[in-house]
Structures are given as structure tokens and as C-alpha cells.
């Protein structure tokens, strides 16, 4: 009675026992192209956060792609897409900014 049982793993390869981040393991390019993705959120950086994301998020897709388990793929992609969309908003934020004050 005093006996545990552990539970069979639901299928190859199950890392389910392992506690989960939501920053990928094994992929340090994907885990810097999300970093920089959540960085440019913040406003008005996405223009200096917006590139760095597209540059790590290809470079992490390139490795996820060669990964067994493809680890961070999902990472890559959204900061890929992010990285593009906040890097266009804060340049034309900037750039509205620029035409209120005055700059041109």
C-alpha cells in the first residue's frame, strides 16, 4: 500500500515532470528574440527592441528547425511577427510625435 506508482508517460520523449518557463530551454536565440519582443512593447522602444527580435527570431528558427524536440519555434515566430509590427507602430508613433513638436 504504501507503494506509489509513477504515471506512464503519455507518449516518446514526455517532459511533462519538468517545471515549465515560459522562455524556451535549449534555444538561447529564441529566448533572446522573445526577450526583445516583450522589451519593444514598451512604448515608443519598440523601435530600438522591434530589429533585434526579427535578427533572433530567425537565427532561433534556424536552430529550433534543427532541434530534435524544436524547442523555442514558437518563440521565433511570434517575435519575428512582433518584432515587424511594434517596430513599424513606434516608427510611425516617432514619427507623429516628430511632426507635432515640430522636428520636420
Do not use: Q
Not at 26 to 52: D, E, H, K, Q, T
Not at 89 to 98: E, L, M, Y
Amino acid at each position: 500500500m504504501s507503494a506509489t506508482a509513477e504515471p506512464a508517460r503519455r507518449r516518446k520523449n514526455d517532459r511533462s515532470e519538468i517545471p515549465v518557463s515560459f522562455l524556451p530551454d535549449g534555444n538561447p536565440n529564441a529566448r533572446r528574440a522573445y526577450l526583445c519582443a516583450v522589451l519593444g512593447l514598451a512604448p515608443g522602444l519598440g523601435i530600438i527592441f522591434g530589429p533585434p527580435a526579427v535578427m533572433f527570431g530567425v537565427v532561433g528558427r534556424r536552430a529550433a528547425l534543427r532541434d530534435e524536440f524544436r524547442r523555442g519555434l514558437g518563440h521565433a515566430y511570434v517575435s519575428r511577427l512582433l518584432g515587424l509590427v511594434e517596430f513599424a507602430c513606434a516608427a510611425a508613433g516617432w514619427a507623429c510625435v516628430g511632426n507635432a513638436v515640430g522636428w520636420w
